[in-house]
């Protein structure tokens, strides 16, 4: 039910593209931006000095899935005797949310974080010098 | 615009727009060509709080005007009853923290009116009922005639300064002042007959049963007038049952169903389906799971003690079908599960759609659209054709005009 570019439309086979996102020196950990090749709307992440890129079409409805706030995954921590010791922020994992309604997805791996099962298209990143492309 | 993530981290985000938020609402209702489809939303908020201003002056007392302008000047009483609840989920549903930031025309419409549309045109939503947010628990006010006061405040403003005002694309089920039933009659008669008034609506954060003596005049007054009755869910982490929840996902996901679940039961059990048979009903933003379940749960009860229902001719679902509902926010994670509901809903002429943006949990039409069990029929209906019969609403365009005559929904829309 997401928007995802229009079904029906021909898609030319092993012609992939390489868009240029921005210059490396230009991008620090925790930016984005939002590149566009045909139908395709790609985000494009930089986390921990590594680049990561998805669709941007939310699998909920559609949103901009890569447009919005970037969190830690929240984990509930228990102790050896099953009680809670409460929420954290994990030191490891890393969200981006959906702006729309709230869907968060893993920063590494574009799964759905409450159902891993769901995943956004991966995009390749190239790095060449000092220069950030996306390959679609 | 920065907002605060994980142990005070910035993230910088684009400062809010709407229109480009929705970029891909629009992208949607573009494929799926929405445009030609007259959709009504028949539960659409804006933030009534940030017109303070502009309604309280419209409080008949003079005494509560008093003291409710000098609790808003100073920006720190609090005159509506509030709720815990983090709606904006920690930022991460932007458009809350960052709604100050978007820019409107200090010279066009009203704000709220600008907002509206943005979100509207994106998702070729052509008519919204407009709901108040922070006035949904108005219910709760510990003063009935503060209730008073406000409901008649803002219902006056609502339909003497912001629809007629809004290109005749809103329309609202005024909030009524339930915990006085005199002063809820009075409203009913005072704004019933207005342009822009489709019916009143119950926010049902409450503790007075729907069945109660005293409102009869009430609804037989929407009754008589052709108009509809809503009754609005909400949550409330205060009511002492909910206090046992321990996450805002439980409370929200309890409360909005369970406050219609109550009211609806009381509704039905006391045979307010034959005491004001043309009385059109609609339950408002509960999604539609907690339908079925009460369908069969009062249906066992019922098989077994007529006697405490004397009112009822047939079973307590037969009512329920007799009803209406609206979409958001729909349980749509089992499509056979949905499906059921539904056919057991009779949705095709029962169900109407809602979207409820701008609030977090919001549906796009294409939730309806792109449901693969449903007629082309049903979607018109459930998108606007049903909804055009009961509040009279024209088509905005000549492909939405056919479509309305192809499904039988154009007659009295007209």
Sequence with gaps: MAAGPPAGRKRVQNRMAEKFVAKASEMTDGDRRIVFVGDHEIGVFRHEGRYYAYSNFCLHQGGPACEGLTIAKVEERLRPDKTSQGLYFSETEMHFVCPWHGMEYDMKTGECVSDRKMKLKKYQVLEKGDEVYVVA | ?414
């Design chain 2, 1 to 414: 615009m920065d907002l605060i993530a994980d142990r005070g981290r910035r993230v910088t985000v684009e400062e809010l727009n709407t229109s480009r938020l929705l970029a891909h609402a629009r992208k949607q209702a573009v494929q799926r060509k929405l445009d030609d489809m007259l959709i009504v939303d028949v539960d659409a908020h804006h933030y009534e709080n940030e017109n303070f201003k502009e309604f309280i002056p419209y409080m008949e007392n003079d005494v509560l005007k008093q003291l409710t302008m000098q609790s808003i000047a100073k920006s720190r009483g609090g005159i509506m009853p509030q709720n815990v609840g983090y709606q904006d989920m920690g930022g991460r549903v932007t458009r809350y923290p960052m709604r100050g930031s978007e820019k409107t025309d200090e010279k066009g419409h009203l704000r709220d009116v600008q907002l509206g549309h943005r979100w509207m045109d994106a998702m070729s939503v052509d008519y919204s009922c407009l709901f108040p947010t922070g006035m949904l628990n108005i219910g709760m006010h510990p003063q009935k005639e503060m209730e008073v006061e406000l409901c008649w405040a803002y219902n006056r403003w609502l339909t003497e300064e912001v629809m007629p005002n809004a290109e005749n694309r809103f329309f609202s089920m005024l909030c009524l002042p339930f915990n006085d039933a005199d002063e809820a009659l009075r409203q009913v008669e005072t704004f019933g007959g207005r342009k822009h008034v489709g019916g009143f609506m119950v926010t049902t954060v409450r503790n007075t049963g729907v069945q109660e003596n005293q409102y009869m005049k009430v609804y037989r007054a929407i009754e008589e007038r052709g108009l509809v009755l809503s009754f609005h869910s909400g949550p409330n982490w205060a009511e002492p049952i909910f206090k046992t929840c321990n996450r805002f996902l439980s409370v929200h996901a309890l409360g909005f169903s369970w406050y219609n679940i109550l009211h609806c039961t009381n509704w039905v059990i006391n045979g307010m389906g034959e005491r004001f048979p043309k009385l059109p009903v609609v339950w408002i933003e509960s999604g539609l799971a907690w339908v079925p379940f009460l369908m069969q749960k009062l249906d066992h009860e019922y098989m077994l003690r007529p006697s405490e229902a004397p009112l009822l001719k047939k079973k307590p679902s037969e009512y329920m079908r007799d009803m209406y509902y609206s979409t958001q926010p729909m349980e749509i994670q089992d499509m056979q599960a949905l499906e059921c509901t539904f056919r057991m809903i009779n949705a095709e002429t029962q169900l109407m759609y809602s979207s409820d943006y701008p609030h977090w949990d919001f549906d796009l039409p294409s939730t309806i659209s792109d449901l693969p069990f449903l007629t082309e029929k049903a979607k018109h209906n459930i998108l606007g054709g049903t909804a055009a019969r009961l509040f009279k609403l024209p088509p905005r365009n000549e492909k939405q005009k056919a479509n309305l005559q192809k499904f039988g929904n154009l007659t009295a829309a007209a």
